[in-house]
Each structure stands twice: as C-alpha cells, then as structure tokens.
Nanobody, 120 residues
C-alpha cells in the first residue's frame, strides 16, 4: 500500500513558475518509479512526466518538454515537478502516481491531486 499526497499547487500568471511536491509513504519509495498526470475540466487525464526509481531516467510529454522538470529525493520520499514558463493551457488538477509509462493503467496508486491555475 502506498499513500501519496500532493502539494504546491496554486494560482500563477502566465510565464510564472510553480513547484509541485508529492510525499509518499507506506512502501519503500526508492523501489518504484513515479509519474505526474494532469486533468483539465472536461478533458481526460493526461500524462505529464515520469521518473525511474533511481532518478536516472525521465520522460516527458511533448507539451511540457523543456518547461517542466521531474525529480525525486529518495531520502525524503518525495517526487517533484518544477514547472516553468507556465501557460494557461497548463491549468489542471495535477496528480502524482506510482508506476512507469504514459497511460493511466500503468500506475497503481494515486494522490488526491492539487489544483494549478494559470491566468493569462
């Protein structure tokens, strides 16, 4: 069993930055890969970024490549999503999850989500 709690969301102007955090508990954090997804109103949940258990491999959706950075600190059981040059279309609820891949079913545990709103 894994518990995931996201934080760091909020309201930011276009061009600004936010850093999301996802704190994990309940299982050896360093043994599993992690990912971030997002869901905008009226849209399906979509993949944002993923990071391997060691942090040595990362993967990004084309829409965020070059603007977002996923990282992890296994000593703190936390994964991060640094979001720069934010755009209004980045507005969504952001979820962290344990797993590896670009589709929902490749992830087993999910957090409750944190809202990110980017104003134009």
């Amino acid at each position: 069993q894994v518990q995931l709690v996201e934080s760091g969301g909020g309201l930011v102007q276009a061009g600004g930055s936010l850093r999301l955090s996802c704190a994990a508990s309940g299982r050896t954090f360093s043994s599993y890969a992690m990912g971030w997804f997002r869901q905008a109103p009226g849209k399906e949940r979509e993949f944002v970024a993923a990071i391997s258990w060691s942090g040595g491999s990362t993967y990004y959706a084309d829409s965020v490549k070059g603007r977002f950075t996923i990282s992890r600190d296994n000593a703190k059981n936390t994964v991060y999503l640094q979001m720069n040059s934010l755009k209004p279309e980045d507005t969504a609820v952001y979820y962290c999850a344990s797993g590896w891949g670009t589709v929902n079913y490749e992830y087993d545990y999910w957090g409750q989500g944190t809202q990110v709103t980017v104003s134009s």
